[in-house]
């Protein structure tokens, strides 16, 4: 049977790490704080902000919440944003989407300071990761994925990796993280042929398509690590992630659950980058 | 034998196409420039100021050469880059690379206008390449490999496509601009393990590693089309391309020679942006 990668293993690692500098930046008069912009109050969100709030208190991180109502007007958020760029007591920025649909997420993503900017939405920051440029912050949820890696010692250099999914939150930014780290990255997507065939032929697959169970037993390679980024409902409305976990640990050298993996690190990255912001300033 | 794809066939195609649409801008009384900006006066710089501007003679483009002393101070290029921001009689500038090594063109990048960004150097239009958004600039040389894939009708979509090499101004924003139509896209490097049985199981093989002829035979694949974006000198300072041509053009179906293949075509990309930067006006 496959190691199960959890993410609490290495949220933990991250935590102890994390704890000791905010120590050290609090030593030197900084108390790092992730500041939360929300418009309005959708559930999700109010979900996630409760996790990350929860995760910086118990490294040391504050954190403040500003809540505008949804219909602001995209001139007000901007002021608003640009006074907490300016605010000297708030290090990162989170800001939540989708933004609602009378604001420009391309006009906002610029406005974000790109010093502030945590998860990675400022084209600043988006350049950066491209660029393999690790000066910037790249979006949280790939830099669990590689935390994950880094965590459970598998190497990267020159490793034959899928991954399936192109978005700019996931698969994207990933494959540039994974190429600065010398692994050979096949981006797939929809429109691949032969998808099984190319993730069975991985050393390290990665599924980051947001489909419920779509890489079954066949997708798997032999021996392989698969990471299931995917948070999906099945069809009893249970947590599932895009691989379909029963078939793939039998398979798999190494596999992440859902719940339980990669979703369980992305806040911890947050936190990192809140740090990270801190340690600038 | 394979079908050679010749820049000059795909430039002249462009050729025809730039000149209508330069009259058409004419009309609306707009004359679209391209604003060369050069520190000192490399060979190097000579002979592409020399071809890029001949080459927007021909479609009816004009230009013009800021030519800057070698030692000219950091603060004073960004003075005379931000004085051709303004200048509405400019419409898109190219900055001859490498800069002195007392400049930091991690500064001077994001001075550039990005609607000037002709050549894909600010981080707005690098964000945009990566994000697939096909309203900025994307580098003039992975562009022109686009234009020879479409001018031969070479479809791309879902096809296997191996790039080997990824630097910034091709290897990444190229791969980035074949997923955008919709190829599987593998990227190789040094690093990269299996390399030939990589590419020789493309559909698509890109070569742009920057070494001469290191894409042999075994490389090639069968029936598969074979890109060329390498220019190196050989063994004999001759041009050449990184793929081994004599034995590629056996193997595959279609082959772009070095030199008169992409190089070919870079410059005709390069007025083909000056014409989008004056529209845009």
Not at 266 to 274: E, G, M, R
Request: with cysteine; glycine share 8%.
């Amino acid at each position: 049977m496959a190691v199960v990668m959890k993410g609490s293993e290495v949220a933990n690692a991250m935590k102890e790490k994390m704890i000791k500098e905010v120590e050290a930046l609090k030593a030197k008069g900084i108390a790092p704080t992730l500041g939360i912009v929300r418009l309005g109050a959708r559930p999700d969100d109010l979900a996630y902000e409760k996790g990350a709030v929860k995760r910086c208190e118990t490294v040391g991180i504050g954190s403040k919440v500003f809540e505008y109502p949804e219909k602001i007007t995209q001139a007000e958020l901007i002021d608003e944003i640009n006074k907490i760029n300016a605010d000297k007591t708030i290090h990162g920025i989170l800001l939540f989407r989708p933004l609602p649909k009378h604001i420009d997420e391309n006009v906002i993503k610029y406005v974000i300071s790109p010093q502030k900017d945590i998860d990675c939405l400022n084209p600043v920051n988006v350049a950066k990761v491209f660029e393999g440029d690790e000066s910037g912050f790249a979006p949280c949820t790939p830099t669990a994925v590689v935390e994950m890696l880094d965590f459970y010692n598998i190497s990267l250099e020159g490793k034959r990796v899928v991954v399936v999914g192109r978005s700019l939150v996931v698969g994207k930014p990933l494959a540039m993280m994974l190429l600065k780290k010398n692994a050979t990255v096949t981006i797939c997507h929809t429109r691949t042929r032969n998808l099984q065939e190319t993730c069975r032929n991985a050393e390290i697959l990665i599924a980051a398509a947001g489909k419920a169970k779509m890489v079954t037993g066949d997708f798997i390679p032999k021996g392989g690590v698969v990471v299931d980024v995917g948070i999906n409902l099945d069809e009893n409305g249970n947590l599932c992630g895009d691989v379909d976990y029963q078939a793939a640990e039998g398979i798999a050298s190494h596999i992440t659950p859902v719940p339980g993996g990669v979703g369980t690190v992305t806040s911890s990255v947050l936190a990192k980058h809140v740090i990270k912001a801190a340690s600038a300033f």
